[in-house]
């Protein structure tokens, strides 16, 4: 008995020294995060719709539009407007004749109300920017689309808006 109280006594005792001798060492960690983008967009319609009352007298149809992003602070936000058919009017298709015969020439513009809007033509087809701006935040704003026709008569553009950000 008296050998098993000298080990365990023993033990006690390394375990004492092997604490008080432990060092404290401190370093000095940097962590570096990557966080990806996060856009969300809001618009009052996706059927563009005119009324054409005279040839050659623009009809117009607004869109409003409420864009949130999360984004660096130095990267760009992007809206974009895309036809997703031709114009289609009294006749059938009027930008081209892919759909059919046009019954009138026309052309679509488009001017924004609202922090980084723009003005321009929108192309017949593909993206056609219109609104940048830089940084996170939310953005609203107004989009004016104009259709000058040859024809009068009722006319609709199906367009999908798209908000990217990198």
């Known amino acids: 008995m008296r050998f098993l109280s000298s080990a365990?006594?023993?033990?006690?005792v390394l375990s004492v020294a092997t604490i008080a001798s432990a060092e404290t060492a401190?370093?000095?960690?940097t962590v570096?995060?990557?966080?990806?983008?996060?856009?969300?967009?809001?618009?009052?319609?996706?059927?563009?719709?005119f009324d054409v009352v005279s040839a050659g007298d623009p009809a117009v149809a607004m869109v409003d539009f409420s864009a949130r992003a999360r984004t660096a602070g130095s990267?760009?936000?992007v809206l974009s407007v895309e036809p997703l058919h031709v114009v289609r009017g009294p006749g059938g298709p009027a930008l081209s004749s892919v759909e059919g015969p046009?019954?009138?020439?026309?052309?679509?513009?488009f001017s924004g109300v609202g922090e980084g809007t723009l003005s321009g033509a929108v192309a017949p087809s593909g993206l056609t920017v219109a609104s940048r701006w830089t940084?996170?935040?939310?953005?609203?704003?107004t989009?004016?689309?104009?259709?000058r026709a040859?024809?009068?008569?009722?006319y609709s553009v199906p367009v999908r808006f798209v908000l990217s950000a990198p």
């Open 8 to 12: 365990v006594v023993t033990a006690a």
């Open 102 to 109: 046009a019954d009138a020439q026309s052309s679509l513009t």
């Open 26 to 29: 401190s370093t000095t960690l």
């Open 135 to 141: 940084g996170s935040g939310l953005r609203h704003g």
């Open 32 to 49: 570096a995060a990557t966080f990806s983008s996060r856009t969300s967009l809001s618009v009052s319609a996706d059927v563009l719709q």
């Open 150 to 154: 040859s024809a009068p008569g009722k």
């Open 75 to 77: 990267a760009q936000v």
């Open 143 to 147: 989009l004016t689309f104009a259709l």
